[in-house]
């Protein structure tokens, strides 16, 4: 985790949504996921995921239930909603954007 | 060692609301938990370090236990449905008891027996608001808003029937009585007709023998 944090926590919204993309899964799951396509340099403090996913399922673009338990632990899933698919491209566009204008901002002549 | 980072999780939100949506909130950072240090050890990490490990990496949780303490906003709505609930019991007993204290009246200014037949109506009028308050209040307390699905509805399921229970004893001494005075009055046979209340009792504990047994 010594890549900029804070520079990507303004993102979990973005980041969990994305990996819901994919299908149904629990927390655990996602962080592994995240931490994997990091090869290990970042990856979500639970507090941090499960503030998100509270915020999420408030506001419809996620909801949760109660995994089978016949697999051995209980664990509760997430899927993402119509709504949170929207509010992922919606994201995903602000994040494309801003990224254009920052590298403008930030990068100059010399940096090149 | 699920033990211990149970231990730690407790201790950890010790000071959040012991309501159903954080118990949950326990159970799945928990499990996650777990999933972690159960990784770690396959890694081959002693039990020491995966444990280190997996309890750095939930970070900080007072926003969490804040949101948590934030969440009762569904109770308040439920505790003025509790007191508007209340205001209407006390009305309703008020009322009740007015008229069971009136009820002798006619009967002591007309001194015969349509004084007799108002003494019944106002006594049958007190009963009827009575028996009518309890099975039309709900008898819900304030229930954290998510418990597993199934225990809630088996929980009103059978808060449902024991109201039903309750309701339906109440009618029964209701109108037990009311047969009681009746026939008492009507046949003058004072001596005997104390057995009706045994009757009633009969029919009260077989109401409730049918319950327990469909329970």
């Not at chain 1, 926590?9 to 973005?14: A, E, N």
């Not at chain 2, 996650?32 to 990784?39: E, G, R």
């Not at chain 2, 309703?92 to 037949?117: D, R, W």
Request: hydrophobic share 45%; glycine share 6%; aromatic share 10%.
């Amino acid at each position: 985790m010594s890549i900029a944090s804070d520079l990507i926590r303004g993102h979990t919204d973005t980041i969990i949504l994305a990996q819901l993309q994919n299908g149904d899964s629990y927390g655990y799951e996602i962080n592994k996921a995240i931490r994997d396509k990091t090869e290990n340099r970042y990856e979500l403090k639970e507090a941090t995921l499960y503030s998100a996913f509270k915020r999420l399922e408030e506001v419809g673009c996620i909801s949760a239930y109660w995994g089978d338990e016949r697999s051995g632990a209980r664990r509760r899933y997430y899927t993402i909603t119509p709504l949170g698919r929207q509010t992922y491209e919606r994201l995903l566009v602000d994040w494309e954007s801003a990224k254009h204008l920052i590298d403008k901002l930030i990068v100059t002549e010399e940096s090149k | 060692m699920n033990n211990r980072l149970r231990e730690y999780i407790d201790n950890l939100f010790a000071t959040a609301p012991s309501n159903m949506k954080a118990v949950e909130v326990k159970e799945e950072i928990l499990q996650n938990l777990t999933d972690k240090y159960n990784d770690l050890i396959a890694e081959g990490k002693s039990e020491d370090v995966a444990f280190n490990i997996a309890v750095a990496s939930i970070g900080d949780v007072s926003d969490l236990i804040r949101e948590l303490q934030g969440l009762p906003q569904q109770y308040s709505k439920m505790a003025e449905d509790n007191e508007k609930q209340k205001q209407r019991t006390a009305l309703l007993t008020a009322i009740a008891i007015g008229f069971y204290i009136m009820s002798p009246v006619p009967v002591i200014m007309m001194q015969n027996e349509i004084g007799v037949v108002f003494l019944f109506v106002f006594i049958a009028i007190a009963t009827g608001i009575l028996v009518f308050n309890g099975i039309t209040k709900s008898k819900s307390q304030p229930v954290p808003d998510t418990m597993v699905e199934e225990f809630k509805e088996w929980r009103e399921r059978n808060s449902g029937k024991n109201q039903l229970q309750k309701a339906i004893t109440s009618a029964i001494w209701a109108v037990g009585v009311v047969i009681y005075f009746l026939v008492s009055f009507s046949t003058g046979a004072w001596y005997i007709t104390w057995v009706i209340f045994l009757i009633i009792a009969a029919v009260e504990g077989i109401v409730k023998a049918v319950f327990d047994m469909s329970k």
